[in-house]
């Protein structure tokens, strides 16, 4: 008797034990999504605001309004 409650108790542990794995690993990987998808959104940003949004990418025309005093 003594030796199956031992056996039970040791594979309680690897039970428990297998299951932190698994808990690790997931949180692991919606860590990394999460990483992942930041880093995508900002570099998408950065090339969204690097393209020109008028005038096909000429030069920019400024004009000036003068007052005479």
């Given at each position: ?10 594979q309680g ?18 860590r990394f ?37």
């Open positions: 008797m003594k030796l199956s409650h031992e056996a039970d108790a040791v542990d690897a039970g428990e034990g297998r299951m932190a794995r698994k808990a690790a690993a997931r949180a692991w990987g919606r999504l999460w990483h992942l998808c930041l880093y995508v959104g900002v570099i998408l940003v950065f090339v969204l605001q690097a393209q020109p949004t008028t005038g096909g990418g000429g030069p920019i025309k400024v004009e000036f309004q003068y007052q005479q005093f």
